[in-house]
């Protein structure tokens, strides 16, 4: 796939999920539509090249949102990194994976973000991370996850069968 | 990355030239992506309310916080104020006071985790917004500005984990204390002194010690409690600006004073 489409999605997507994205909340909860590529490419694409992507995305995210430049972009590496060692192992074609890749993402998103938060200085308490505003985070990407894993496996599978004929 | 997680996380002089490449590029777009949606809300809202209903809500809504802004000045009272400009100057205390007009602003996004309450609005440095110019809403204190760029600037909510506002109860202005924000939405504080009286349901106000001019109405005390420590009295409050629905904010210019 062109390089240059799927840095032009990271782009637009990461102003999507500043602007438009962060009106469509349920009781607080936000989509982390970058996060949700991010699992996507990294199950579909080389390590390396879905690394790059990776790195890309949280370092524009970070510059964009104003927070610590390099919050972002640490845990997505993180997750990344931890889907492409076992992405020989994944069944690319079963609903289930999407859905358990977002899942334990979110929750490892979520576990380095207040980690973090800790470590810099911020009160935290557990309470945060169980709260009820993460299961309806889940849930709502979760729903999203499963839309743009369908459509970028359609679109992955059309290329590979682009450069097979 | 760690390493630069923390030297990014402080309160920073200026932006990174890089930072302010791409906010210059990337606040453009998305005051472009903003302005329809924000034209939707504003219908939205429209055609929700009946006009009427919605007129006379709107002339409520003035009067209430006219008379939340009177009741504010009542409280201060003049020798009090009076007190402290003396013992300001007898200190030869710098202070930090609002000068010029309020400049109104949208916000044009939203930093998406929900424990940081960090925000970007449509108006910086070439609208004269300066850092820690004090950003308020028609209900109360929002926060301060803590990035500049050319026409965007970034705002911390006072319920941002990093921020912090010292304040004073509006039904008797001896109980201060400070709150800060938390993971949740809430603000969380303490009083400086354990003795003094505080209630539930209570209005507190800026104090006017820090960068936050005195007597904006933060929030309303909502629990008490001992803090951890078993030593002061924890107060739990809720800000009065909702920072899940805000859109439009005012910002004050600061300039200091001698």
Same mark, same amino acid.
């Given at each position: 796939m062109n390089k240059i489409i799927i840095l032009g999605i990271l782009t637009i997507n990461i102003i999507l999920q500043t602007t438009v994205l962060n009106v469509l909340t349920i009781n607080?909860?936000?989509?982390?539509?970058?996060?949700?590529?991010?699992?996507?490419?990294?199950?579909?694409l080389d390590p390396k090249e879905s690394l790059l992507y990776t790195l890309y995305t949280g370092l524009l995210l970070d510059t964009v949102t104003g927070v610590f430049i390099g919050l972002n972009t640490f845990i997505f590496v993180l997750i990344a990194y931890g889907i492409s060692i076992i992405q020989e192992e994944i069944v690319k074609e079963s609903y289930l994976t999407p859905l358990l890749?977002?899942?334990?993402?979110?929750?490892?998103?979520?576990?380095?973000?207040?980690?973090?938060?800790?470590?810099?200085?911020?009160?935290?308490?557990?309470?945060?991370?169980?709260s009820m505003n993460t299961f309806i985070?889940?849930?709502?990407?979760?729903?999203?996850?499963?839309?743009?894993?369908?459509?970028?496996?359609?679109?992955?599978a059309r290329r590979i069968k682009e450069v097979k004929y | 990355m760690v390493i630069f997680m923390g030297v990014t996380s402080g309160d920073r002089e200026e932006?990174?030239?890089?930072?302010?490449?791409?906010?210059? =590029?990337? #606040?453009?777009?998305?005051? %472009?992506v903003m302005t329809p949606i924000h034209a939707v809300q504003d219908r939205v809202y429209d055609i929700a309310n009946f006009a009427q209903l919605n007129q006379q809500n709107q002339e409520l809504e003035?009067?209430?916080?006219?008379?939340?802004?009177?009741?504010?000045?009542?409280?201060?009272?003049?020798?009090e104020?009076?007190?402290?400009?003396g013992l300001r100057e007898a200190l030869n205390y710098v202070s930090a006071e609002v000068h010029g007009e309020p400049i109104s602003a949208r916000i044009i996004s939203k930093s998406n985790a929900d424990w940081f309450n960090v925000f970007t609005i449509n108006a910086g440095e070439n609208h004269g917004i300066n850092l820690d110019s004090v950003v308020l809403s028609e209900r109360g204190l929002v926060g301060?500005? =803590?990035? #500049?760029?050319?026409?965007? %600037?970034r705002v911390m909510s006072i319920s941002d984990s990093n921020s912090s506002v010292s304040f004073k109860v509006l039904r008797d202005d001896n109980v201060e204390g400070i709150v800060q924000g938390s993971v949740s939405q809430d603000l969380e504080g303490y009083l400086f002194d354990p003795r003094m009286e505080i209630e539930v349901g209570d209005k507190l106000v800026t104090s006017g010690q820090g960068i936050f001019p005195e007597g904006i109405l933060i929030g309303e005390v909502t629990e008490i409690g001992k803090s951890r420590e078993q030593l002061l009295d924890a107060v739990t409050v809720q800000p009065?600006?909702?920072?899940?629905?805000?859109?439009?904010?005012?910002?004050?210019?600061?300039?200091?004073?001698?």
């Open positions: 607080g909860a936000t989509l982390n539509t970058s996060l949700l590529l991010i699992i996507t490419i990294s199950v579909y890749l977002g899942i334990a993402s979110i929750l490892i998103y979520n576990f380095f973000s207040l980690f973090f938060v800790y470590l810099l200085g911020y009160t935290v308490r557990l309470a945060h991370y169980f985070e889940i849930g709502y990407n979760s729903v999203f996850m499963l839309l743009i894993y369908t459509l970028f496996g359609k679109f992955y | 932006v990174s030239a890089v930072e302010r490449w791409v906010g210059n =590029i990337i #606040t453009p777009i998305q005051r %472009a003035l009067k209430l916080i006219e008379k939340e802004q009177e009741i504010i000045e009542f409280r201060l009272s003049e020798s104020l009076e007190e402290l400009r301060r500005i =803590i990035e #500049t760029g050319d026409n965007w %600037a009065a600006v909702d920072f899940q629905k805000i859109n439009r904010v005012l910002i004050l210019g600061l300039e200091e004073l001698n």
